[in-house]
């Protein structure tokens, strides 16, 4: 069966999902956008019964960094494409051409965030033009799946389902000229397959026979090196590690992950094949209380109304932060009505003596008593 389905943006707020198996929604862009569409979108789709899906669209640089800012929007529990394409100066010129590198870094990152990303938008245009054939390896060992783009019409053996750069897609955006629920111009893209099918490749990265995609999350041992071994860092720490993300598996990442394995009641064997993957992967629910927590010295902002004399502002003032004990712990010379006083000791009472033109002593000070 071919189950056909939206993806929208904020262009297309409001938008009903009535009559839709899926709802594909644009929920972040870069490192410092939301759609602001995007939670009533969700709540929409959850209304009509669609299976919800988010979107980020990927710009150049920052991986990880538009990843934990994707994170924190979307969540663990909705599964993520990117979409990875070019954005455009108002000339016409490209403003940020994203590379396959900017995805790993992205995959890599979300991933160890917790969360659920294994569909790929790169359409063949792109592919082809601007990332010159670039080779797909990297994304295909991560257990990518293609999202192709062909705006032609739509068969079940056309053109948007040839394979390019080693991948074969599973979702294809036929045409961004659609109308649904008396909506225009709503990209709509084409699964081939049960809705079941659907949602195991969105989340797990499974193929349509419920085998696992290629090298998900590769098998691991001491001495591997590279990305992968950061994402397993960064889960071990998670789960209560203390680890260097370093992407070198070395004692210490052996220590923890027999640790993990013992925890989890798992085979204390020190590989991390997929049992020990899946449940680094899961959310481990309460995460382990902070330790060494301490204060080290603050800071405190000090005001008060401007002295005049004679209708011209003072030139300074003397401002001490005095102890209990009557030492001065803090000595400023500020020319404004305003300071800063660092290198306090959290905790403890201090008297603020400030003084007009000089001080201490004459003219008289005004005083407050804080504790910081």
């Known amino acids: 069966m071919t189950i056909f389905y939206p993806d929208v943006s904020d262009y297309q707020a409001g938008i009903s999902f009535a009559g839709c198996v899926i709802a594909m929604v644009k929920a972040t862009e870069n490192n410092d956008y939301t759609n602001p569409d995007y939670a009533s979108a969700k709540a929409r789709a959850a209304s009509a019964g669609a299976y919800f899906c988010a979107y980020h669209f990927l710009h150049a640089g920052n991986g990880a960094g538009q990843a934990s800012y994707a994170h924190g ?17 108002t000339n016409g010129s490209i403003a940020s051409a994203p590379q396959v590198t900017d995805v790993v870094a992205f995959v890599n990152q979300y991933r160890a965030l917790g969360g659920k990303v294994y569909l790929l938008y790169l359409p063949r245009w792109y592919w082809a033009g601007n990332l010159n054939q670039a080779a797909l390896t990297p994304v295909i060992d991560l257990g990518m799946l293609l999202v192709s783009s062909d705006y032609t019409t739509y068969s079940d053996t056309g053109p948007g389902w040839a394979a390019y750069g080693g991948m074969t897609p599973v979702i294809w955006q036929y045409t961004s000229s659609a109308t649904l629920n008396g909506v225009n111009n709503v990209d709509m893209n084409a699964y081939q397959g049960t809705a079941g099918d ?20 590769p098998t691991l041992s001491e001495g591997a090196t590279g990305a992968a071994v950061q994402t397993l860092q960064t889960r071990l720490n998670v789960w209560g590690a203390n680890l260097t993300v370093d992407g070198d598996f070395g004692a210490l990442t052996l220590t923890a992950v027999k640790a993990f394995q013992t925890a989890q009641k798992l085979t204390v064997d020190g ?52 102890g209990l004990n009557g030492e ?5 010379s500020p020319t404004t009505n305003s300071v800063v006083l660092a290198g306090l000791v959290a905790g403890w009472t201090y008297n603020i003596l400030v003084w007009a033109n000089g001080g201490p002593g004459t003219p008289p000070s005004a005083s407050l008593k804080v504790t910081v």
Do not use: K, R
Not at 298 to 313: I, K, R, Y
């Open 73 to 89: 929007v979307v969540g663990s529990e909705v599964p993520l494409m990117i979409d990875c394409e070019p954005t455009y100066n």
């Open 328 to 332: 001065v712990y803090v000595h400023e």
């Open 198 to 217: 659907f949602q195991a490749q969105v989340t797990t990265g499974a193929s349509t026979d419920g085998t696992t995609g290629a090298a998900a999350e």
């Open 271 to 322: 590989v991390v094949g997929p049992q020990t993957w899946a449940a680094l992967l899961a959310d481990p629910g309460t995460y382990p209380a902070p330790s060494g927590l301490a204060v080290g010295s603050v800071s405190l902002t000090v005001t008060w109304d401007a002295v005049t004399v004679s209708g011209q502002p003072v030139a300074s003032y003397t401002v001490q932060a005095v």
